[in-house]
């Protein structure tokens, strides 16, 4: 799992928030001049890739490419909803030739187990993983039932994962990819399994 850095909710969503009244209240989804807002904080906080496999997400379709992902589905945790802290980006609902893609918020969808979870907080959540040079990910350290639990539900060990990490850690232990090919120290901007590549070199992303 990637996870998020630190959100701060953005000022158009806490005014709308604060608009609640005994005869209105909040709901999901968000009007656009919210959703918008909602949608950058977290692009920044994750650093513009899926908070569960790390590929970097296509904003240009909304909705298509990415979708807004409840990390506690509305359906059992209705009272979340709109709470910055359960909200997410994932890749998906489609990939780049508009197949159904078969990992991360597609392959969970309403699944969750309040007892038997990660949250997706970088980079305590990345920790909890290895990802080994043959590209496969598993637990950091057994017994670890939440982290196993996680591979399934996000299928983390689909095969084009599985093949994008390896041919990422071949390049970087052959030397013709470093870490200055993953993070722009300009601007922060990431690429994709960033955090692979920081995990694999002992570092940690800005």
């Given amino acids: 799992?990637?996870?998020?850095?630190?959100?701060?909710?953005?000022?158009?969503?806490?005014?709308?928030?604060?608009?609640?009244?005994?005869?209105?209240?909040?709901?999901?989804?968000?009007?656009?001049?919210?959703?918008?807002?909602?949608?950058?904080?977290?692009?920044?906080?994750?650093?513009?890739?899926?908070?569960?496999?790390?590929?970097?997400?296509?904003?240009?379709?909304?909705?298509?490419?990415?979708?807004?992902?409840?990390?506690?589905?509305?359906?059992?945790?209705?009272?979340?909803?709109?709470?910055?802290?359960?909200?997410?980006?994932?890749c998906g609902p489609e990939d780049d030739e508009r197949i159904p893609t078969e990992t991360c918020g597609n392959a969970k969808e309403d699944w969750f187990d309040e007892g038997n979870h990660i949250e997706p907080v970088y980079p305590d959540c990345t920790n909890r993983f290895r990802f080994l040079l043959t590209g496969e990910i598993t637990v950091a350290l057994e017994p670890d039932e939440a982290a196993r639990t996680m591979i399934c539900v996000l299928n983390l060990n689909h095969r084009e994962l599985k093949k994008d990490r390896k041919d990422i850690l071949d390049r970087i232990d052959g030397e013709s990819l470093d870490l200055s090919d993953f993070i722009d120290s300009d601007d922060g901007t990431v690429q994709s399994y960033a955090h692979v590549v920081c995990q694999h070199l002992g570092s940690a992303l800005p």
């Avoid at 850095?5 to 709308?16: E, I, N, R």
């Avoid at 970097?56 to 298509?64: D, F």
């Avoid at 992902?69 to 802290?85: G, K, M, Q």
């Fill in 1 to 90: 799992m990637r996870g998020s850095h630190a959100k701060t909710a953005p000022k158009a969503l806490t005014d709308w928030l604060a608009l609640e009244s005994p005869n209105w209240q909040p709901s999901y989804p968000f009007p656009n001049d919210i959703r918008q807002p909602v949608v950058t904080v977290l692009l920044t906080a994750q650093r513009g890739l899926c908070v569960y496999c790390g590929r970097r997400l296509n904003v240009e379709n909304p909705g298509r490419f990415y979708h807004i992902e409840h990390f506690r589905p509305r359906s059992t945790y209705r009272h979340l909803a709109v709470d910055l802290h359960n909200i997410v980006l994932s």
